[in-house]
């Protein structure tokens, strides 16, 4: 069953902001994808969180798109909406951009990605995300 109208409106802040720095650069002197996927990771869990307050797991990340290069010094905001909400997961599109470092210009979509996470109790069985389903 499918709860779109309990999901709450898109929230106009990032879940979460990062500068990124070189620790977290790979041999090319870009910031490492997998760096990037666990902050999508993270920024999905404030999202889920956001819409009801649960323990969750990510359960699957998909549609992940890299478009541009994320650079040491870029300040990276992950924007995140919800986009359905079943009986005990959320899927949640996570949008990334950067302001670049040494940019006044526009921010630049980086990365963008799809992610379900599934409510879970104590013993790590799915719940439901509302009590009343």
């Known amino acids: 069953m499918e709860n ?8 106009h802040c990032p879940a979460i902001r990062v500068v990124m720095m070189p620790r977290d650069t790979n ?8 760096v990037l996927l666990s902050y999508i990771d993270q920024a999905g869990f404030v999202e889920a969180r956001r819409q009801a307050h649960h323990r969750y797991v990510t359960v699957a990340m998909r549609e992940v798109a890299f478009h541009e290069p ?7 905001s992950f924007n995140c909406e919800t986009t359905r909400v079943g009986s005990t997961s959320l899927t949640i ?5 950067a302001d670049r470092f040494n ?11 799809e ?3 599934v409510a ?9 995300i509302f009590a009343d389903d």
């Open 120 to 128: 879970i109790d104590e013993q790590c069985n799915p719940i439901p």
């Open 27 to 34: 041999a090319a002197n870009t910031i490492f994808g997998g």
């Open 70 to 76: 994320v650079f040491v010094g870029d300040v990276v």
């Open 4 to 11: 779109s109208s309990r999901m709450k409106p898109p929230s």
């Open 103 to 113: 940019s006044d210009g526009e921010p630049v979509k980086v990365t963008e990605a």
């Open 93 to 97: 599109r996570i949008t990334v951009v």
């Open 115 to 117: 992610v379900v996470f």
